[in-house]
């Protein structure tokens, strides 16, 4: 038997179970000459399969009504046709959401259980890792005793930022939304201190109380109030990364806020928009650098896992809306 999640419906606003469709069908895959037969491992969950569930341009084109959700999948060779793979590899690609399907090894690309947890390169050695990573050196530009502010802190991206940026000599501030969070940031993470926005009334007030020397680098995933927050404390040539906007992914009108040329113009600060894949060629020097201070134990991270294939829906929603901490992986 083959289990399949489909968009059955394009999201209008926040997204609920609604919004997918599990299905099963016989298992009669057959691989011809160059393929290999998968069997999903891993899954991860991740805020831009939000985007892709409208039908708004983007960086990557939208999901199709009726047609599986992909996303990055570690899964198995159980069966090879291609002489690039033999059974029991371990491979990543962004694969649809089926417990099997054929590729037909093209993107595949193997992953060794000896190195890291399998899970681990769908966040730390995975995609999160090297935004992470490639935000914060591309754009960030970061020098040591610079102050860094974080928001989506206590995220798969947001935690490894603030762990890179202790590593590189910096104050960092991370900015999450509960106490437990911001207790991880410093306690696990190594964060200097941390703010609740959802118990914090007058954000500006605490992110200036939390940075008295102002921010210099702004590593920016959750966008609209916050961030609009974080402007009042940047610094001259201060640098802020638009990585994420996870903020407004669900608004139906475009979101208003504060203007921010005269913030820019006045600090002479850069604003930047982030999309990884624009930096692929840099993907082998990150990866070097994070497996090395991943074995130095100069970074941890965390993963919130959650059981079985079927609950890659509900996995998807409670990681839009928190319910987890460092990166979210369904395992199959
Ligand atoms: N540009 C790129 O190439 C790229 C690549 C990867 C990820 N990203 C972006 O980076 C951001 C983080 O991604 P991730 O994979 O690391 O996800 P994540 O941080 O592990 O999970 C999303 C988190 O966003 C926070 N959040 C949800 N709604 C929020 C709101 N209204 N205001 C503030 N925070 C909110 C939640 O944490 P709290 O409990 O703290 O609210 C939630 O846990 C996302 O915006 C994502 O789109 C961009």
Known sequence: MIQTINLKKRPVGAPTLDNFELT????????????????????????????????????????????????????????????????GDFVRDRLDWKTLQVSKGENLQKVDPDKAPLSAYLGIVGMTGLTAYLGLHEIGKPKKGETLIVSGAAGAVGSVVGQIGKILGLTVIGIAGSDEKVELLTSEFGFDRGINYKTTEDMKA???????????????????????????????????????AISVYNNTETPTGVSVQPFLIKNSALMQGFIVSNYSDKFPEAMEQLSKWLGEEKLTYRETIVEGFENTPQAFLDMMDGKKKGKMIVKV
């Open 24 to 87: 099963e069908s016989e298992n009669n895959l057959t691989i011809k000459d160059g393929e290999v037969l998968l069997e999903t491992k891993y899954l991860s969950v991740d805020p831009y399969l939000r985007g892709r569930m409208s039908d708004a341009k983007s960086y990557v084109p939208p999901f199709e009504v009726g047609k599986p959700l992909n996303s990055g999948i570690i899964a198995e060779v159980i069966d090879s046709k291609n002489e690039n793979f033999t059974k």
């Open 206 to 244: 605490a992110i200036k109380e939390a940075a008295p020397d102002g921010v210099d680098i702004y590593f920016d995933n959750v966008g609209g109030e916050i961030s609009d927050a974080v402007l009042f404390s940047i610094n001259k040539f201060a640098r802020t990364i638009n990585c994420g």
